[in-house]
């Protein structure tokens, strides 16, 4: 069992910034890559940044540059800090784990295995 959990989410105005903590508990060497993505309010999920053996990789999209995601020593945890937000970043922030697979981390939402409950974020203008 793999216990993906999310923690820092809050209510900041436009312009500020906030670190997310993504922290994988239970039989963790089941995960191999892990990614944060969002989903705002009438849209899909989607990808932001995701951690593989070449560090950190970041989603095309509106916050590509202000993200930049990090694995601190503890393999089990994934931060993903996030800069400049605008209203429109207002949403649902979800971590994600892969089971193993060739290849390097992409969005695919099929690729995913274990997922966290998410943290709000709202950011206001």
């Known amino acids: 069992q793999v216990t993906m959990k999310e923690s820092g989410g809050d209510s900041v105005q436009a312009g500020g910034s906030l670190s997310l903590t993504c922290e994988a508990s239970g039989y963790t060497t089941s995960i191999y890559f892990m990614a944060w993505f969002r989903q705002r309010p009438g849209h899909e999920r989607e990808g932001v940044a995701c951690?593989?053996?070449?560090?950190?990789?970041y989603a095309d999209g509106s916050m590509k540059g202000r993200v930049t995601i990090s694995k601190p020593t503890d393999k089990d945890v994934l931060v993903l800090q996030m800069t400049n937000l605008q209203p429109e970043d207002t949403a649902g922030y979800y971590c994600?784990?892969?089971?193993?697979?060739?290849?390097?981390?992409?969005?695919?939402?099929?690729?995913?295995?274990?997922w966290g409950q998410g943290t709000q974020v709202t950011v206001s203008s």
């Open positions: 951690w593989d053996y070449h560090g950190g990789q």
């Open positions: 994600a784990g892969t089971t193993p697979y060739f290849g390097i981390c992409d969005f695919p939402l099929t690729r995913y295995s274990y």
